[in-house]
T-cell receptor
Framework: RKEVEQDPGPFNVPEGATVAFNCTYS??????FFWYRQDCRKEPKLLMS???SGNEDGRFTAQLNRASQYISLLIRDSKLSDSATYLC????????FGTGTSLTVIP | EAEVAQSPRYKITEKSQAVAFWCDPI?????LYWYRQILGQGPELLVQ????????DSQLPKDRFSAERLKGVDSTLKIQPAELGDSAMYLC???????????FGPGTRLTVL
């Protein structure tokens, strides 16, 4: 079983839509969680950290569910510029990346 | 804003040749990582350094890959000999501590012919 699993998508949504991604992890002792954004042929860049209490940054909301061992990312009012691959990251005994979820926002 | 530097940005080589990639982390970042990312997949950790010491190289194909960070600052990743399956993006990242946010360099895109 993989340490981190993500639905690869692709997700194709219209501008203004709300979209949510989930990411499950296998190690219940995992300590830290992040969402990264990766544009085509570019390096991953930190989008936001994920805290137990949940956190929000503008149109983006990240949540952690330790009981069910998943993290989620919600994007409201999608913009064309949100089109990218979103990678979840889980830190257990090392940094584990998901395979990424591809999002395309359509005009 | 401080950035992780990598060079070269692109490398084309023939199989059986040797290649080397260089990474200069953000100043003050003790932890340095090398990842390999194949198109359509997430980054896969190859090696992690804490200062000049290797912390984790369990996924590094040691028969052909080597990595060093002699003075605990910049690092070199070498492949010898390169194989067709090594074609990928090689990403370097650094962080202040091992469980902190990682910052990535622009990567080296390797094509093995």
């Amino acid at each position: 079983r993989k340490e981190v699993e993500q639905d690869p998508g692709p997700f194709n949504v219209p501008e203004g839509a709300t979209v949510a991604f989930n990411c499950t992890y296998s190690n219940s002792a995992s300590q830290s969680f992040f969402w990264y954004r990766q544009d085509c042929r570019k390096e991953p860049k930190l989008l936001m950290s994920v805290y137990s209490s949940g956190n929000e940054d503008g149109r983006f909301t990240a949540q952690l569910n330790r009981a069910s061992q998943y993290i989620s990312l919600l994007i409201r009012d999608s913009k064309l510029s949100d089109s990218a691959t979103y990678l979840c990251v889980v830190i257990g005994n090392q940094f584990y990346f998901g395979t990424g979820t591809s999002l395309t926002v359509i005009p | 804003e401080a950035e992780v530097a990598q060079s070269p940005r692109y490398k084309i080589t023939e199989k059986s040749q040797a290649v080397a990639f260089w990474c200069d982390p953000i100043s003050g970042h003790a932890t340095l990582y090398w990842y390999r990312q194949i198109l359509g997949q997430g980054p896969e950790l190859l090696v992690q350094f804490q200062d000049e010491s290797v912390v984790d190289d369990s996924q590094l194909p040691k028969d052909r890959f080597s990595a060093e960070r002699l003075k605990g600052v910049d690092s070199t990743l070498k492949i010898q000999p390169a194989e067709l399956g090594d074609s990928a993006m090689y990403l370097c990242a650094s962080s202040i501590l091992a469980v902190d946010t990682q910052y990535f360099g622009p990567g080296t895109r390797l094509t093995v012919l």
